[in-house]
C-alpha cells in the first residue's frame, strides 16, 4: 500500500510557474514509477508525465513537453510548471505504478487525492 498526498495548487496567471508536490509514504516508493495525471471539469483524465522508478527514463504529453518537468526521489515527485496556460486548468493527480513507464490510467494502482491548479488569462 501507497499512499500519496499532493500539494502545491493554485491560482496563477498565465505565462506564470507552479510546483506540484506528492509525498509519499507506506511501502516503498523508490520501487514505483510515478505518474501525473490531470482532469479539467467536464473532461476525463489525461495523462501528463512520469518518471520511471529508476529514474532512468520520463514521458510526456504532448501538451506538456518542453513546459513540465518530472522528478523523483525515494519519498516524493515534484511537477514543475512553467509556461502555463489556461488550458493546463485543471485538478492534478499523482499516482504511483508498478510498470516500467506508464501513460495509462489503468498501469497506476495508488493515486493521491489531487490538487486544483486554476491558470488565469
Known amino acids: 500500500q501507497v499512499q500519496l498526498v499532493e500539494s502545491g495548487g493554485g491560482l496563477v496567471q498565465a505565462g506564470g510557474s507552479l510546483r506540484l508536490s506528492c509525498a509519499a509514504s507506506g511501502r516503498v516508493f523508490s520501487t514505483y514509477t510515478v505518474g501525473w495525471f490531470r482532469q479539467a471539469p467536464g473532461k476525463e483524465r489525461e495523462f501528463v508525465a512520469t518518471i520511471s522508478w529508476n529514474n532512468v527514463h520520463t514521458g510526456y504529453a504532448d501538451s506538456v513537453r518542453g513546459r513540465f518537468t518530472i522528478s523523483r526521489d525515494n519519498a516524493k515527485s515534484t511537477l514543475e510548471m512553467n509556461s502555463l496556460k489556461p488550458e493546463d486548468t485543471a485538478v492534478y493527480y499523482c499516482?504511483?505504478?508498478?510498470?516500467?513507464?506508464?501513460?495509462?490510467?489503468?498501469?497506476?494502482?495508488?493515486w493521491g487525492q489531487g490538487t486544483q491548479v486554476t491558470v488565469s488569462p
Open positions: 499516482a504511483a505504478s508498478n510498470y516500467e513507464l506508464g501513460y495509462s490510467l489503468k498501469e497506476y494502482r495508488y
